[in-house]
């Protein structure tokens, strides 16, 4: 008799713990699909600045660095829903291999579970910064399954580690996005010329980069520019600000001094949007991000004329000033959200690697048996060129996969595009996309290059030259159809 009541009490202990449990989780799980679309964020900026003594990369022959300008970062912004986490990142480097990216981002999906596929990580493209690419000739070559030297090994755990901090400090957020036209510091870069001009492979071009102000021989630029300058705001509940993220099709400024590191002006836009935010104290740090949109052909020389003749640095404060300026006055017009949706996916696409045509094989021959100290056959940049195409022939493969994503930030839309991408091919996203807003970040995720349109290599021009451009030609229409694909599973 004891036996069974002592039988029938554990068994209604049991039975009420377990209805308890249910209703417990219950109110759990329906108080956090309430909370589903509740907007959390945090920022941080994570040091990537080398030691001096590196060479710079971005322009040729450049020396090795022996002064720091401005510090070098890799500045990061998390969003989270409730439901699922976005990590944005923008590292200060002309490109950044995607092993370097890979990297950090399974650092980071081990420390925190957060799936690869939910970051977008991506250069600025300064031209003052160490390679992230591998050192001298090896930058140019095949290295995915080697393993990363000391500074790509440094800056894949200086991502993770801003991502990390980032992490740590989420908190309620609320965000809006915009956009705003800024076409006076945009211009494209290639114009078409009056004479075909020889390029350094033996093959004439319409087409020349930076042809120099007042060149009598100008025509038309050769394409469009994209004047908008997208951007995100995120702001905690209270209204103290976290982030601007910003995207302009602009190359980059310059006016760096040989030897100097510097983040140009994709930092002071981030300095001066903090300061007219009045963020300059506070904690957690505010965090300013300039990315880079789609911006291949595009500089900020007008060659049009008239000429100019700035001061170190003095032309990039006055772009990123005036480009903070007007995002900054575009706030009143905002409509904050804190409660949004999220969303990542992305794909790989098999690109066929280029290869040199019979012509083409002919003038390298002939570039090749040239007598080292004669005058060039062709262009002073020929036996650069036939070294770049040996090393494409010799170590890449004849296809490679590349990393193809997209983001959803309520009815925003971002593509990211692993190369040096031309603007029309931008407007193009931008057109196709059925997001309301949408903006692409170039040199995501990888960087190989760049990608003009098939119209554009007709015309023929750096861009195009093989071992500028390694992959096949008409590889923007194959992007341009997958990326809309990708977007429509998050619509």
């Not at 976005?86 to 980071?108: G, M, Q, T």
Request: charged fraction near 25%.
């Amino acid at each position: 008799m004891f036996k069974r009541v002592v039988t029938n009490f554990h068994s209604g202990v049991i039975r009420f713990a377990l209805i308890t449990f249910s209703l417990t989780l219950l109110f759990f799980l329906s108080d956090a699909k309430a909370q589903s679309g509740k907007l959390r964020a945090g920022a941080s900026s994570s040091n990537i600045t080398p030691p001096l003594g590196m060479r710079i990369v971005g322009n040729w022959n450049s020396p090795p660095a022996s002064y720091v300008h401005d510090q070098l970062n890799a500045k990061s912004l998390v969003l989270d829903d409730g439901d699922k986490k976005i990590i944005i990142v923008l590292v200060d480097n002309v490109s950044v291999h995607r092993e370097v990216f890979d990297a950090a981002k399974a650092i980071i999906q081990n420390r925190t579970g957060i799936p690869a596929s939910h970051m977008l990580m991506a250069a600025t493209h300064t031209h003052s910064g160490v390679s992230a690419r591998g050192e001298g000739t090896r930058s140019g070559g095949w290295h995915y399954d080697e393993p990363l030297d000391d500074y790509q090994k440094f800056l894949a755990e200086r991502i993770a580690d801003g991502i990390q901090t980032a992490i740590g400090n989420l908190e309620p957020a609320k965000i809006a996005w915009g956009k705003v036209a800024v076409p006076e510091h945009v211009f494209n870069r290639r114009w078409m010329m009056k004479n075909p001009v020889m390029g350094p492979l033996g093959m004439m071009d319409k087409v020349k980069m930076n042809p120099g102000v007042g060149n009598p021989d100008l025509v038309e630029p050769a394409g469009p520019i994209d004047p908008d300058v997208s951007f995100i705001v995120v702001e905690s509940v209270e209204g103290r600000p976290i982030s601007v993220l910003g995207n302009y099709s602009l190359h980059y400024v310059g006016g760096v001094p040989e030897g100097h590191i510097s983040s140009d002006y994709f930092a002071i836009f981030g300095d001066r949007m903090q300061e007219l935010l009045k963020a300059d104290r506070q904690d957690p740090p505010f965090v300013g991000i300039m990315s880079n949109g789609t911006s291949a052909n595009i500089n900020n020389i007008n060659f049009a004329g008239p000429r100019e003749n700035n001061e170190p640095y003095k032309k990039m404060r006055f772009v990123a000033n005036d480009v903070a300026r007007k995002v900054f006055d575009n706030y009143e017009d905002l409509e904050f959200k804190d409660k949004i949706t999220l969303g990542s996916v992305q794909t790989e696409l098999n690109l066929t690697i280029r290869r040199p045509s019979p012509e083409l094989k002919a003038n390298l021959e002939k570039i090749r048996n040239r007598p080292e100290a004669s005058e060039p056959l062709f262009h002073p940049l020929e036996k650069t060129y036939l070294g770049r195409i040996d090393q494409l022939e010799a170590e890449w493969p004849d296809e490679i996969a590349i990393v193809l994503q997209v983001l959803k930030i309520g009815d925003l839309g971002i593509a990211a595009v692993p190369f040096e991408t031309f603007s029309e091919t931008g407007l193009e996203i931008k057109d196709k996309s059925p997001f309301a807003q949408t903006f692409t970040i170039e040199l995501a995720n990888g960087g190989y290059g760049y990608l003009p349109t098939p119209e554009q290599h007709e015309l023929g021009g750096y861009e195009t030259w093989l071992g500028t451009n390694r992959v096949e030609k008409k590889a923007t229409q194959k992007i341009v159809n997958a990326l809309m694909k990708l977007f429509d599973t998050l619509e």
